[in-house]
Antibody, heavy 121, light 108 residues
């Protein structure tokens, strides 16, 4: 069974940093691109960042570019999101999601249950 | 434009057919994916590519596209189909994913 499980969320003050992790199982992790998608309370889905299977293609939403870094460790079947200079508007449920393809960004066919990040003083 | 636009809300009578649409320039070049999200749960991919359903998705869900518009059709809507529906697509750079604002479906 394909499974992705997020961790690392919590309450953090504005301007501080936080690192999210996503552990994957049930599929060959290094065959697929992976993504972070977030959802602010009561709002829609917002794609945050994505990385191809070999980290050769990395993309970020404009809202997080320069502050967030996505990375992956294929040996550990893990995806990460390093977040710096956090803002109150970064408060959201952060989902880890598996792409259907290895290189091009497209359809997300498996999602975790999310980890909640609250940015507040 | 790098946006995908959806109607905020749509309703359908139980057992009837409903179409949910998504508009955006990127859709002229790339297929959209469609996701269903129920309150408190993660989204689920229901349609991808030209008109493909992942394993386990009922065949009452179908997709189509024309020009800059893609559509999700539910033929014979069921109560469990209520929730939010999102479209997504890549942009021309191939390094950015876009999501529509979501459509809330109510089954009456």
């Amino acid at each position: 069974e394909v499974q992705v499980v997020e961790s690392g969320g919590g309450l953090v003050q504005p301007g501080r940093s936080l690192r999210l992790s996503c552990g994957a199982s049930g599929f060959t992790f290094d065959d697929y691109a992976m993504h972070w998608v977030r959802q602010a309370p009561g709002k829609g889905l917002e794609w945050v960042a994505g990385v191809s299977w070999d980290s050769g293609i990395i993309g970020y939403a404009d809202s997080v570019k320069g502050r967030f870094t996505i990375s992956r460790d294929n040996a550990k079947n893990s995806l990460y999101l390093q977040m710096h200079s956090l803002r109150t508007e970064d408060t959201a449920l952060y989902f880890c999601a598996k792409d259907r393809t290895s290189y091009a960004f497209g359809d997300l066919d498996s999602w975790g249950q999310g980890t909640l990040v609250i940015v507040s003083s | 434009s790098s946006e995908l636009t959806q109607d905020p809300a749509v309703s359908v009578a139980l057992g009837q057919t409903v179409r949910i649409t998504c508009q955006g320039d990127s859709l002229r070049f790339f297929f959209a994916g469609w996701y269903h999200q129920k309150p408190g749960l993660a989204p689920i991919l229901v349609i991808y590519g030209r008109n493909n359903r992942p394993s386990g998705i009922p065949d009452r869900f179908s997709g189509s596209s024309s020009g800059n518009t893609t559509s999700l059709t539910i033929t014979g809507a069921q109560a469990e189909d209520e929730g939010d529906y999102y479209c997504n697509s890549r942009d021309s750079s191939g390094k950015i994913l876009l999501f529509g604002g979501g459509t809330k479906l109510t089954v009456l």
